[in-house]
T-cell receptor
Framework: AQSVTQPDIHITVSEGASLELRCNYS??????LFWYVQSPGQGLQLLLK??????LVQGIKGFEAEFKRSQSSFNLRKPSVHWSDAAEYFC????????????FGSGTRLQVQP | DGGITQSPKYLFRKEGQNVTLSCEQN?????MYWYRQDPGQGLRLIYY???????QKGDIAEGYSVSREKKESFPLTVTSAQKNPTAFYLC????????????FGPGTRLTVL
């Protein structure tokens, strides 16, 4: 079964600083990988996804993520954080076969300082 | 606009009562999902349905039940057997062949009094 680890529960960055949120996954083959963002009391919005091909994927709101097979990682990055980026971020992994449902990490809460 | 709706947004229940959470989608998606979210635990899968009139248990199905009589609807019943029902419940749907890219509703917060 697949699993996802987000080692950072809470991260604080200053507005304008760069951001990297870590995600490590466990899966026996190349997985589907996703990053979602959630504002308080809201549903999840898809930021970006990786299915195959180019390992650097671009998403909405200026986010990008890089798939590194050798490290089983899919870290999310943004070069310059805006105050509106404060939210909770979830990494998720999906499978090509078997149960077609996502497995989520426990999330990273991002706080942005002025 | 296409999307997923969940109602109500907030729900209060007395202990020992069953309660049903609504989830409707007009995206023409075949697959639908229910997740439970607790602080610090991410999302955990309760039930999912890949086609009408069929559904499977997820990781934490005990104390919950679902039905999938229509493609656009996937209601979740939280029964009195669910020991800790207070949580945020999210419904999602998927239309791709892998069933992986999922779109989420706004959620229902259930509080047991």
């Amino acid at each position: 079964a697949q699993s996802v680890t987000q080692p950072d529960i809470h991260i604080t960055v200053s507005e304008g600083a760069s951001l990297e949120l870590r995600c490590n996954y466990s899966y026996g083959a190349t997985p589907y990988l996703f990053w979602y963002v959630q504002s308080p009391g809201q549903g999840l919005q898809l930021l970006l996804k990786y299915f195959s091909g180019d390992t650097l994927v671009q998403g909405i709101k200026g986010f990008e993520a890089e798939f590194k097979r050798s490290q089983s990682s899919f870290n999310l990055r943004k070069p310059s954080v805006h105050w509106s980026d404060a939210a909770e971020y979830f990494c998720a992994v999906g499978a090509y076969t078997g149960r077609r449902a996502l497995t989520f990490g426990s999330g990273t809460r991002l706080q942005v300082q002025p | 606009d296409g999307g997923i709706t969940q109602s109500p947004k907030y729900l209060f229940r007395k202990e020992g009562q069953n309660v049903t959470l609504s989830c409707e989608q007009n995206l023409n998606h075949d697959a639908m999902y229910w997740y439970r979210q607790d602080p610090g635990q991410g999302l955990r899968l309760i039930y999912y349905s890949q086609i009408v009139n069929d559904f499977q248990k997820g990781d934490i199905a005990e104390g919950y039940s679902v039905s999938r009589e229509k493609k656009e609807s996937f209601p979740l019943t939280v029964t009195s057997a669910q020991k800790n029902p207070t949580a945020f419940y999210l419904c999602a749907s998927s239309g791709d062949e892998s069933g992986n890219e999922q779109f989420f509703g706004p959620g229902t917060r259930l509080t047991v009094l």
